[in-house]
């Protein structure tokens, strides 16, 4: 049986329909469950989701040829098309209550069952891990696929998937605890394997498959010109000889063409997106055609003046810490151990680049996992990282400086925690319940973040803004603790 990119690769490079229409069939029923989610049951704004990716599917199919894991692209384009929805839906309906005089809302006390009132927060949960992770979860609680094709997928062992699917729901129930919501990691994973596996209406597959083929009619001749890297004359030649075509057409016609024609607007209109879109992914490719490859140069030793023996060996056993990360992380994916450190860095592996701090050269530490990592520096401080704990070296560091850094470590994870619920509440929904505020208080802002608390959308969101407050609080306290 083909895999997606195989399918793929068929229908960028030789234009088969049968190869889109079995891709759709394949996975229609993640993509409508996913949207069906998203859209809080509604079968028709899911169905207009699904259309929506199925489309972006087929104009990105030559890129995604290359994508690792199909369904977790899928998973992720599900959620931004119906955000994207019910973005939309929810400006309309604004509008709409604008027109009624903003007419009060009124609490709904119905009660919805248990899945109804988790799956946004799961699914948002699930959107906000790490792609490995996201994937591990997609492929076996949302697909129920079994362990072995999970590890297929990723390329790791059966054993390596199964540790790495039990990680990814461990770190999903602590985003789950952060938002109030406890439970054990076995609870946890049958309510997302069992919920209702809703499959999408008989011949929606097909349906979409037809219509995205034909919407994207004149869309694939434009793709497969810029596959081939037409240059933007030869384009607009194309554009230019339709256009004179339908000149043609009208002067030999003997009913003169309307002022205005409402179809022939929208055409035109998207034609000319259509065009600059084009343009612009030719500039783009061309641009990376031109450009030389970048060159990672090793970084010199940076010269530190003034440390002390304490803040010197703190670094290197900081280096050599995260080598044993790294090194535990590729043994992981890899089912092996790494030859050398030097299989762990470069610009797009586990470490982007060494810092020594005296020259030391970590090339030659070991790589057993039951020996200890030991380095000498130039001007001879040796260190030693065991992660038994056995044998690390103590850094010799004062009172003072310790009281510093912990001062310091303290700022660094309030600031963190704040860049980390800031984009879960800040953007969007705290500036939606800014606007919010403001039409129900003749224009004016909010006196206070406090103020806002009444206007979100949901009592969740409500819950994750006062979170996001105490976390900026605690963030100006480490601050203001920091500073001299």
Sequence with gaps: MNDDATLLRRFAEAGSDAAFTELVHRHVDLVYRAALRRTSGDTHRAADVAQQVFTTLAREARQLAGHAVLSAWLHTATRNAALNLMISEQRRAARELAAQSLAPATDSAEEVPHWEQLRPIIDSA??????????????RFLEQRPFSEVGSALRVSEDAARVRTTRALDKLREALARRGITSTAAALGALVAGQPLASAPAGLAATLAARVLATLGTATVATIFTMKLLTTTALGAVIAFGAGALFGLSRDSEVPPPVEIPQHSKLIASLRQ???????????????????????????PPVAPGKSLGEQQRSILNNLRQIAAARDQFLLENTRLPRSSSELVGFTRYIKRYLPVDGEDYHSVSMDPNQPMTVTSTSGITVTYDPNGTTTTRPELSPEILRTEKIAEEARRADARVDELGKKINFPHGMKAEKAYSAANGGNFAPSMEALIPYFATPQLGADWVEFIEAVKAADAARARKSP
């Design 274 to 300: 259509e065009n600059l879109a084009l343009r612009t992914q030719v500039d783009q490719l061309n641009v990376r055609l031109a450009a030389p490859l970048p060159v990672a140069k090793p970084a010199p």
């Design 126 to 139: 699930i959107d906000d891990l790490a792609e490995p992770d996201r994937t591990a979860v997609v492929l």
